[in-house]
């Protein structure tokens, strides 16, 4: 079976941009999706096949896939925007999900 | 407004039986698959399982499949997650989610999730 792997923790300073890799052999062939988590709340879809931005969703938040790794980048980086990130793929019927990367800004 | 709310969770017993409900409001229930997805305390997000908008297709993770059913009742705008067999593991929060595309079969992204509700299996 697949995995998708994420680094734990990625810090940023405020107003810098912040990029979040997820990588795995999936990613060649599958779109990728990413969930922004604060704490004590509910994920929220911040991107979808690879690059959409669902409605709602500020434009400083963008991804990417090339190859068999995906990205998350945030532009201007708010404290708003700590949390945990989660990347997220299908395998044929079955959803995989990265384990998460804390994103810090400081 | 667009809504998904759960309940049925609890305190259970190992081995023992729980039954997860989602009702659904402000959108077109038949129209999308739904998920169930899971998070252990201080863990990450776990996909459990997978209908399809129609019901005919149904799809489970390693983890939990042959223990848990999903199922739908579009005439109830209700989604359901029987759970047999419950383990320690099953310790979550279950969260039920629908996903933003119409197309049969088709996964975007899951878009809508609910608050979510407790399962604790303990003996």
């Known amino acids: 079976s697949y995995e998708l792997t994420q680094p734990p923790s990625v810090s940023v300073s405020p107003g810098q941009t912040a990029t979040i890799p997820c990588s795995g052999d999936?990613?060649?062939?599958?779109?990728v999706c990413w969930y922004q988590q604060k704490p004590g709340q509910t994920p929220v879809l911040v991107i979808y096949?690879?690059?959409n931005r669902p409605s709602g969703i500020p434009e400083r938040f963008s991804g990417s896939n090339s190859g068999n790794t995906a990205t998350l980048t945030i532009s201007g980086t708010q404290a708003l925007d700590e949390a945990d990130y989660y990347c997220?793929?299908?395998?044929?019927?079955?959803?995989?999900f990265g384990g998460g990367t804390k994103l810090t800004v400081l | 407004q667009v809504q998904l709310v759960e309940s049925g969770g609890g305190v259970v017993q190992p081995g023992r039986s729980l039954r997860l409900s989602c009702a659904a409001s402000?959108?077109?229930?038949?129209?999308?698959?739904m998920h169930w997805v899971r998070q252990a305390p201080g863990k990450g997000v776990e996909w459990v399982a997978v209908?399809?908008?129609?019901?005919?297709?149904?799809y489970y993770g390693d983890s939990v499949k042959g223990r848990f059913t999903i199922s739908r009742d579009n005439s109830k705008n209700t989604l359901y997650l029987q759970m047999d067999s419950l383990r320690v593991g099953d310790t979550a929060v279950y969260y039920c989610?629908?996903?933003?595309?119409?197309?049969?079969?088709?996964?975007?992204?899951?878009?809508?999730w609910g608050q979510g509700t407790t399962v604790t299996v303990s003996s």
């Open positions: 997220q793929a299908w395998d044929s019927n079955t959803a995989i």
């Open positions: 402000g959108f077109t229930f038949s129209s999308h698959g």
């Open positions: 209908i399809w908008s129609d019901g005919t297709n149904k």
């Open positions: 999936i990613l060649e062939k599958r779109y």
């Open positions: 989610t629908r996903d933003l595309t119409r197309v049969k079969g088709d996964y975007y992204g899951m878009d809508v």
């Open positions: 096949q690879d690059t």
